[in-house]
T-cell receptor, first 111, second 113 residues
């Protein structure tokens, strides 16, 4: 059964303190790994798609990387506006586009 | 704004009542998904349409739940005889067919009292 586990569940950083969020996955035939950002009371906002091990993508202070077993979301010099829940999801081999999500990491960045 | 639109944003209903939610996907997207999210958890897949055909339903989708996508455009999700355990955020997403990212709406927050 496809499964996604994110760690830590919660992370508190000072503004400017870089860190990484982990997403471990088991899936039969990975077709894509997705990162989303979710603000309280809102729907997930798409950030990145990674398709194969070794791939990296960047957007502003965020960088996502992928291995055969896990993905990392690196946050460099975060700002308070980066505070949100970050969700990782995988799409398996079924080709339906169905996503299996982890439980998320809630990030709080203090000024 | 041409994103995914969901209505209503919030719904409070009494236990036993029926509720219906609507989702308008991004116009050129032929795939539409419904997910349910409870507090502190990631979204859980409920069902999926490609055009007007409902191609997959989760075990989570009991007989009280039904979804439609007439003419392959907007979709509705109906919950009959609501229970307190149905309280959650119901999220709709749409995408192009293939290995493409899904875009989510803002969700409908259901509270069953």
């Amino acid at each position: 059964e496809d499964q996604v586990t994110q760690s830590p569940e919660a992370l508190r950083l000072q503004e400017g303190e870089s860190s990484s969020l982990n997403c471990s996955y088991t899936v039969s035939g990975l077709r894509g790994l997705f990162w989303y950002r979710q603000d309280p009371g809102k729907g997930p906002e798409f950030l990145f798609t990674l398709y194969s091990a070794g791939e990296e993508k960047e957007k502003e202070r965020l960088k996502a990387t992928l291995t055969k077993k896990e993905s990392f979301l690196h946050i460099t010099a975060p700002k308070p506006e980066d505070s949100a829940t970050y969700l990782c999801a995988v799409q398996g081999a079924s080709n339906t586009g169905k996503l299996i999500f982890g439980q998320g990491t809630t990030l709080q960045v203090k000024p | 704004d041409t994103g995914v639109s969901q209505n209503p944003r919030h719904k409070i209903t009494k236990r036993g009542q029926n509720v219906t939610f609507r989702c308008d996907p991004i116009s050129e997207h032929n795939r539409l998904y419904w997910y349910r999210q409870t507090l502190g958890q990631g979204p859980e897949f409920l069902t999926y349409f490609q055009n007007e055909a409902q191609l997959e339903k989760s075990r989570l989708l009991s007989d009280r739940f039904s979804a439609e996508r007439p003419k392959g455009s907007f979709s509705t999700l109906e919950i009959q005889r609501t229970e307190q355990g149905d309280s959650a955020m119901y999220l709709c997403a749409s995408s192009l067919a293939g290995d493409h990212e899904a875009f989510f709406g803002q969700g409908t927050r259901l509270t069953v009292v």
